[in-house]
């Protein structure tokens, strides 16, 4: 079974065939909402809104470990985080679908590790690689079943919002190798990491950057929900397809 953790645009799954709705604790809080058991094209995920059902949750105060510890506890074989995210590289505009394989990290007081308290022994995962290769390859696959483009590989700069970028924010990230900016990945990525959890992002750009393209002057908010609007039934179209079993790519 798979989880899908659906951002801005995606706070509901039209096509799954709910089965029910399950209100979890953990032992970090609850989650952003109640977790939404069901079907799609007959095969079981977990749906969950990260910004909750009714998108009242900004970034920052998102619940990450109770979110992931809540598809961990239900079981889940791999994540599908669904992103929203201003594009940075010159060939990434609006209406583009990337799957991210890498992360900068830049935000900064969120509580990002399950690994701490007094009596915990100082534990440090391995993040070389942040996003799994076959859950990656599983949605690069269901994109193509459907005939739907990606830009394949884009290294994803995680910022702390709630504001947008400046300008001169973005030309620095770019300047990191960042080809993407959003505000969600992390800690959700390593969470999921720390857990052995297999966890992918699916980025939709919805803009592009500060200073760029047509946010030369400011970014239109009103053409981030137009774009997401446009966008989000190729989303959907691809993690459908995605959650159908290949041999070989994840159980
Ligand atoms: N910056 C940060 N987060 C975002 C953006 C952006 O331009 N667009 C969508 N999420």
């Not at 979110?67 to 590289?89: D, Q």
């Not at 070389?128 to 739907?148: H, I, Q, Y």
């Not at 609007?229 to 070989?248: D, F, H």
Request: some cysteine.
């Amino acid at each position: 079974m798979l989880a899908i953790v659906g951002g801005s645009g995606l706070t509901s799954f039209a096509e799954l065939e709910v089965a029910r709705r399950e209100v979890v604790r953990t032992p970090y809080g609850e989650p952003s909402g109640p977790l939404t058991f069901g079907q799609l094209q007959g095969h079981p995920v977990v749906f969950l809104p990260r910004h909750g059902h009714g998108h009242t949750i900004p970034p920052h105060d998102i619940n990450y470990r109770a979110n992931v510890w809540a598809l961990k506890e239900a079981g889940v074989l791999g994540v599908v985080a669904i992103v929203s995210v201003g594009g940075i590289r010159a060939d990434i505009d609006p209406g583009a679908i990337v799957l991210i394989d890498q992360v900068i990290d830049y935000t900064w007081g969120r509580v990002s590790t399950y690994f701490d308290g007094p009596d915990r022994p100082v534990t440090h995962i391995d993040f070389t690689v942040p996003f799994d290769r076959l859950l990656r390859l599983r949605l690069k696959n269901a994109a193509a079943s459907v005939g739907e483009p990606i830009i394949d590989g884009a290294c994803y700069a995680c910022t702390q919002g709630p504001r947008l970028e400046t300008a001169a924010e973005i030309d620095r990230l770019e300047r990191d190798g960042a080809a993407v900016v959003g505000m969600t990945v992390m800690p959700e990525a390593c969470l999921a990491r720390e857990l052995d959890l297999p966890y992918a992002g699916l980025a939709v750009v919805v803009n592009h950057a500060a200073g760029r393209g047509d946010s030369q002057l400011a970014i239109s908010t009103s053409e981030i929900a137009r774009t997401l609007e446009n966008t989000m039934q190729r989303v959907r179209s691809i993690v459908m397809a995605s959650v159908v079993p290949e041999k070989g790519v994840l159980p």
